[in-house]
């Protein structure tokens, strides 16, 4: 008699971990697969404002164990009169690795330097496909099958506003991850796992911390006290890194770096603006977050408790945004300060999934949002400051697509050639394989060619290795 593989077992269930070997391996697969397709178009430098003051700081921390920093950079005065990034101490952890690594090895130096910068940058792609896990995980948890779980997983990176910021060295896909985590772990009944992912958040932005007494009290009322517990000490030790951080920059426990700034910003200018303006509405750049009020209200039928935690994360993130005096997140693509509270959120839209009709919708919506950030992907967001007068609030979506054009015509044509305004990165396709030709002109041509090649024969190896693992996981149809 023919044999038939097992039917799967749901991950809906909250008190063990089911996964099978063959849904195991597909999450390795996926991880690889989707760091290496992003590896492919990242930029190989750090051009925002915020993502350099943070890697300066690495740098300090690395080559002279201080944590000062260039007054010219985002920065504050501190206490011993000098000047300290005014950021959390996550991304800057991040780095040290790399950067140390590369220092180790290159020495000092400007190319040293920029292979360390580059090599610090390509953490994010591995932040990026780490949270694609992580939310097809929650999205199982919260009993999706396989198919629509990932759908949501990729989806929530592919095709919304974090595409670009993939590449950037911003600390809200890092936020997002340890919150998705703390979720999940929280689900599955393993606080102490829940706590790691919260104190991940806190260290990415001290603002996290507000999640977690929501943490908390849910894991009290399930489990209890004892459990409880287990969950705060990762996130006390996460706490008392970030005030030891303030203490060191600072002298003062509660100086996150933002003592002169604060929620100015009224609680309706702010939500009109994240919902409805052209160049910051949560609506044009994640068009999926349509479909979130249904999910949550599946939620509030199947599981309380996760909606608590979903919905409250994305509450609290969505009036922190709303109230703080640059609602608009800086010069940055879409509501970026929104980030960790929408992909949680998204993950609850893969038990919504449960008919053709509603996959179809939702691969529309993500097809869009994917239409909608793809130039900025390959273009800086910043080659728009470059216009006069600039968009006084950000980038613009249609500007952006508009850019495609000229600015690949200026990399092909002039690929050797680099101005001395120190703005090239503006100029020219944010894509490493340019950086390097015009660094190191054709030898960098050629080792970005080989390079690519060898990018996308893994791409390839382990995306097909994903789609075996995950047929074996999903079982016949």
Not at 89 to 95: A, H, R
Not at 154 to 181: D, H, R
Not at 201 to 220: D, E, K, M, T
Not at 426 to 445: E, N, T
């Amino acid at each position: 008699m023919p044999q038939t593989s097992p039917a799967p077992v749901p991950l809906a269930c909250p008190d063990r971990e089911p996964r099978s070997p063959s849904e195991r391996r597909f999450l390795l697969w996926l991880f690889l697969a989707t760091a290496g397709a992003l590896l492919l178009v990242q930029e190989g430098a750090i051009t925002g404002y915020d993502g350099q003051t943070m890697y300066e700081v690495t740098k300090a921390m690395v080559e002279r164990g201080d944590l000062a920093v260039d007054r010219q950079w985002n920065a504050l005065p501190g206490s011993d009169g000098r000047f300290y990034g005014r950021h959390g101490i996550g991304m800057t952890l991040i780095g040290l690795v790399p950067y140390a690594g590369t220092h180790a090895v290159a020495g000092t130096g400007d190319r040293a330097d920029a292979l360390g910068e580059a090599l610090v940058s390509a953490t994010m792609p591995l932040i990026a496909a780490a949270l694609v896990v992580a939310t097809y995980l929650l999205a199982r948890r919260l009993g999706a099958r396989a198919g629509p779980a990932l759908l949501v997983a990729v989806g929530s990176v592919v095709g919304t506003f974090l595409l670009p910021y993939t590449k950037e060295f911003f600390s809200e896909p890092l936020a997002a991850l340890g919150i998705v985590v703390a979720v999940e772990r929280a689900l599955a009944r393993r606080p102490a796992a829940a706590g790691v992912g919260a104190a991940v958040a806190i260290l990415a932005r001290p603002q996290s911390l507000l999640f977690a007494p929501l943490l908390l009290l849910v894991l009290l009322r399930r489990q209890g006290v004892r459990t409880a517990l287990a969950a705060a000490g990762p996130i006390g030790a996460g706490v008392l890194v970030t005030v030891g951080y303030n203490l060191a920059r600072f002298d003062n426990p509660l100086d996150f770096g933002y003592q002169d700034q604060g929620f100015t910003t009224p609680l309706l200018e702010g939500t009109a603006g994240l919902l409805l303006h052209p160049a910051k509405s949560v609506l044009l750049f994640a068009p999926l977050v349509l479909l979130v009020p249904f999910a949550l209200a599946r939620l509030w039928r199947t599981e309380r408790d996760a909606l608590v935690l979903i919905a409250g994360n994305l509450v609290i993130t969505f009036l922190i945004t709303a109230t703080w005096f640059s609602w608009i997140g800086g010069w940055a693509w879409g509501p970026r300060l929104l980030i960790p509270g929408l992909v949680p959120a998204f993950a609850a839209i893969g038990p919504w999934l449960s008919s053709r009709r509603r996959r179809q919708a939702t691969a529309t919506l993500l097809a869009v949002g994917f239409l909608v950030s793809a130039p900025a992907l390959v273009v800086s967001t910043q080659a728009q400051q470059l216009d006069t007068p600039q968009p006084p609030v950000g980038p613009g979506v249609l500007r952006q697509a508009e850019l495609l054009g000229p600015v690949t015509a200026h990399t092909v044509e002039h690929l050797y050639e680099a101005d001395g305004d120190g703005r090239n990165y503006l100029r020219y396709l944010s894509v490493w394989q340019a950086g390097a030709a015009r660094v190191f002109q054709r030898p960098g041509l050629l080792l970005s060619l080989v390079g690519t090649l060898a990018l996308l024969a893994a791409v390839l190896w382990s995306g097909r290795q994903a789609v075996r693992c995950f047929r074996e996981a999903a079982g016949p149809a």
